[in-house]
């Protein structure tokens, strides 16, 4: 890119971070104990393109839990490990149109509806477990920690807490070993669940998580081949039609990008060949979606022309920059 590109879309971060630093809508999550520590007006915003631009504004650099963020990239590893037709038979890719945390399956299958609220999310969890605890969870981080650059940790404080006041997630455990989708080490298959939630990130490491999976599974400044490009797609096809629960309709109307939310407040966003885009403010609204999160990425996607429809992104914004820049 050249200068004037580059300044150009820091100025952009900058004036939609101006525009909505002052927004004091939402809450913090308060049902698990350690985040409700969160500081309500903590707010940052990054945006990673698939060359390894990387551009930042606010408390990019403040860590914070990944919380369901980690479900598209559970889902994913799971796809690579079994393929598709196991994993098809252990949970949906329909959107529900609950609550994330839904204590319910599909009534047909008695599958969970998809693997990006909790139910599925657990499913894959106990497919991914490793024979001992210590290893799945290792395995998981190491990943993580590819997509992201550098390396990761779970906050084990945070770990301690979603255990200890985790009980709809077991509900919705036992439901589905009763119903056959998960095995008998349901305690073994929560703990990977809840220790994956409890990943510890910050603003950048979303922001270049998600311009890995924009860039075919390569992570954009190391160049690593995290994941393989076979099950990228299926894993943003779900990010667009259920990564924001019941709001993902209007997600899509509004935004038209692949993205996934998380009660610890990060967002994310994948704009497929160009950019990977993070948000984190941790006051949520009613459906446990960052409140500035969403009402950057709209901004964004108005501004850059990023909308999935908005003719195929040829005559966006950021396509003309990359362009001109070329």
Not at 39 to 47: A, C, H, T, V
Not at 138 to 164: C, H, N, P
Not at 282 to 310: M, T
Request: with cysteine; net charge negative; glycine share 8%.
């Amino acid at each position: 890119m050249t200068t004037t590109t580059t300044t150009h879309i820091q100025e952009t971060l900058q004036n939609v971070y101006d525009k909505f630093k002052d927004v004091r809508d939402g809450e913090v999550a308060s049902y698990i104990p350690e985040l409700a520590k969160a500081k309500p007006d903590d707010f940052g915003i990054s945006l990673t393109t698939v060359d390894g631009q990387v551009f930042s504004v606010g408390d990019f650099e403040k860590e914070f839990t990944i919380q369901s963020i980690c479900k598209p990239f559970a889902f994913l590893m799971a796809l690579e490990e079994f393929g598709r037709d196991a994993v098809l038979e252990k949970v949906c890719v329909e959107p529900s149109g609950d609550a994330f945390n839904s204590i319910e399956l599909e009534p047909k299958t008695m599958r969970p509806f998809n693997p990006m609220i909790n139910a599925g999310a657990i499913a894959i969890a106990s497919m991914i477990k490793k024979s001992s605890r210590d290893c799945g969870v290792q395995y998981f981080v190491d990943k993580m920690g590819l997509a992201a650059g550098r390396k990761l940790d779970i906050d084990q404080a945070v770990l301690v807490s979603e255990t200890e006041t985790g009980n709809r997630n077991r509900a919705i455990a036992y439901l589905m070993l009763n119903c056959g989708i998960i095995d008998a080490a349901v305690d073994h298959a929560l703990h990977q669940y809840f220790a994956q939630c409890s990943l510890k990130v910050n603003c950048q490491d979303l922001a270049m998580m998600s311009a890995t999976l924009a860039n075919m599974g390569i992570n954009p400044v190391t160049k690593q081949q995290v994941f393989g490009l076979e099950y990228v797609k299926d894993v943003l096809a779900v990010m667009f039609t259920c990564g924001l629960y019941d709001y993902a309709g209007e997600w899509a109307y509004r935004v038209g990008l692949p993205a996934k939310s998380g009660v610890g407040g990060g967002i994310v966003a994948v704009v497929n060949r160009q950019l990977g885009i993070s948000v984190y403010s941790p006051r949520l609204d009613a459906k446990g979606n960052s409140v500035r999160g969403i009402a950057v990425c709209k901004e964004l996607a108005a501004h850059l022309g990023l909308h999935a429809f908005d003719f195929t992104n040829v005559g966006s914004s950021f396509m003309e920059w990359l362009t001109a820049a070329k």
